[in-house]
């Protein structure tokens, strides 16, 4: 299968992969995905008090287009807001990667990860978690 | 040197010069139909098709008219099967085979299970080789054939078919083997082996693709198949359809050479093999799968564990090779063969096929571990689960969000 070029020049030049403290309190992880499904992708925010992203960073086990999938969604947190990361959607990431049919459920990994990061702010910071649309994939 | 790097010779081998030069007069002045039998265009064809079949009966030990020509193995394998089915019903309808089998032998088994036969699969040892108390506890008077591999085109493991064949041959079945992966590439005798039937293609020892073999033994025992394709009644009636001469010629000579040069060539795959395989299974957390004592020259099948296959070919694209991991399928199932090894769902898809061939020089496998080493080491950089293992986290005891 070909890949598209900007998911060849994500997984050759993956953005923002590292690790965030993620006992602080200003840091939300989000561990999605299973080893044996053949994808994993942790995703971290760090957030501003004034609910700004500053920062973001990923580590990724999975195909291509998993690790283009989380690299650009760390690309595109930093500078949102918590409510505009919320608005997130699987589908825009598809079509920035132009992702094929069976790729799908990249996307919607890496936005079940911006979620669950997003939760495990909240969490942290004594609000309730939001409740998630269960994805099926 | 040529990039990318060809290393996936179980899927397919580059047609040797020596053979497409055999081949090229028999798609030209010497165009004729072998079944033409008045007229010297048919005699020039069918004198090609007689010494290729002499060709090939040469390198698996067997007579010129024990040899069926068909389109692949994949046609042998069905022929075979079904064809024995269909021709010795009155005896049983019993057949047992391997889960670690290539689907033309598993699914045409499938197929049949459907028309009335019982099928036992049987497993495999964490080695991929079949446990024969096991096999031998399976047959049972109504047992008509026994249809086991001789190397695996995953892992390389070569069965025990000596032992299986007499098996077989003591509770009165016929043994057939899937050979596809071995002949041209280890010594096969068709009568020191025992094997009754065997299937075998053109295109994995450096001929060309569409043409195959099913060998069917015709003395102790006479073994006959009912034939699976109705026409003018080639191949002693039983494939039907005009030969495939160009393909047969060059299947013809490329057995010559593999008979001519196995020896030297197996050496000297193995030695290259064994030098990718050290060297990479030194990498920290990186497992050889299946019986590396009896296994095929030119195969190496490794899980790098922590790293995702198809993303590490993504990242070897210097390199052609294959791998265990299915995501590109709907099914997100890792390869069969290696889950029956007992290998967990990460691993299998972790792993990476090498498929060395007679093309295959040392400065290509310096240059493979070369690439793999870095790819590797790149992806566990990105991967959350080499962190985690390198914090001494157990992966298993983390509960997995499934999806």
Redesign the interface.
């Known amino acids: 299968m070909a890949y598209s070029e900007k998911v060849i020049d994500h997984y050759n030049n993956p953005r923002n992969v590292g690790t965030l403290n993620k006992d602080s309190k200003f840091v939300g992880t989000g561990l999605v995905g299973a080893p044996e499904c053949g994808d994993v992708m942790r995703l971290q925010i760090e957030v501003s008090e004034d609910n700004v992203i500053t920062d973001a960073k990923f580590k990724t086990f999975g195909c291509g287009s998993a690790i283009a999938s989380s690299s650009l969604a760390t690309e595109w947190l930093k500078g949102k807001t918590i409510d505009e990361a919320l608005s997130i959607d699987n589908m825009d990431i598809v079509e920035e990667l132009a992702l094929p049919p069976v790729k799908i459920h990249c996307s919607v990994l890496a936005e079940d990860a911006i979620k669950s990061a997003i939760n495990d702010y909240r969490v942290k910071n004594g609000l309730e978690a939001i409740v998630l649309e269960k994805s099926h994939h | 040197m040529k990039q990318p790097i060809y290393l996936d010779n179980n899927a397919t081998t580059p047609l040797d010069p020596r053979v497409l030069e055999a081949m090229l007069p028999y798609f030209t002045e010497k165009f004729g139909n072998a079944a033409s039998r008045n007229h010297a265009f048919g005699w020039v064809a069918e004198e090609g098709v007689d010494y290729a079949r002499e060709q090939v009966a040469k390198l698996i030990g067997c007579t010129e008219k024990e040899i069926i020509f068909t389109s692949g193995a994949t046609e042998a394998d069905n022929l075979a099967i079904k064809g024995v089915f269909e021709m010795y019903k009155e005896k049983g309808n019993h057949i047992i085979t391997a889960v670690t089998e290539h689907k033309a032998v598993l699914d045409t088994c499938k197929h049949l299970e459907k028309n009335g036969a019982r099928v036992t699969y049987l497993g495999v040892k964490e080695d991929g080789l079949i446990d024969l108390a096991e096999l031998e506890a399976a047959m049972t008077p109504e047992t008509i054939l026994v249809s086991i591999m001789y190397g695996n085109n995953e892992i390389g493991v070569i069965q025990p078919v000596k032992e299986i064949a007499a098996i077989a041959h003591k509770h009165g079945a016929l043994f057939m083997t899937d050979a596809t992966q071995a002949v041209g590439k280890i010594p096969v005798d068709v009568n020191a082996d025992g094997i009754d039937l065997m299937a075998f293609s053109a295109h994995k020892m450096y001929g060309p693709k569409g043409v195959g073999v099913l060998y069917v033994r015709r003395k102790n025992p006479r073994v006959k198949v009912t034939a699976q394709m109705d026409g003018g009644g080639h191949e002693r009636g039983m494939r039907s359809g005009t030969l495939n001469v160009p393909g047969i010629v060059g299947l013809g000579k490329a057995c010559e050479l593999c008979r001519l040069e196995m020896e030297s060539e197996s050496i000297r795959l193995s030695a290259l093999r064994d030098k990718l395989e050290s060297t990479l299974n030194k990498m920290e957390e990186s497992y050889v799968n299946g019986n590396t004592q009896h296994r095929l020259p030119h195969v190496a099948n490794i899980s790098f564990k922590?790293?995702?296959?198809?993303?590490l070919m993504?990242?070897m694209s210097d390199l052609a090779v294959s791998s265990g991991?299915a995501?590109?399928?709907?099914s997100?199932e890792?390869s069969y063969v290696l889950k029956s090894l007992g290998l967990?769902?990460?691993l299998a898809?972790s792993s990476i096929r090498y498929g060395l061939g007679r093309f295959t020089t040392e400065a290509e496998i310096d240059q493979a571990i070369a690439v793999t080493e870095k790819a590797v080491n790149h992806l566990r950089?990105?991967?959350?689960?080499?962190?985690m293992f390198k914090e001494g986290i157990d992966?298993s005891k983390i509960e997995?969000?499934?999806?």
């Not at chain 2, 997995?400 to 999806?403: C, D, L, P, S, V």
């Open positions: 922590y790293v995702e296959g198809e993303g993504m990242a991991s995501c590109t399928s709907a997100l890792p967990s769902d990460d898809h950089e990105l991967s959350p689960l080499w962190e992966l997995w969000a499934e999806h």
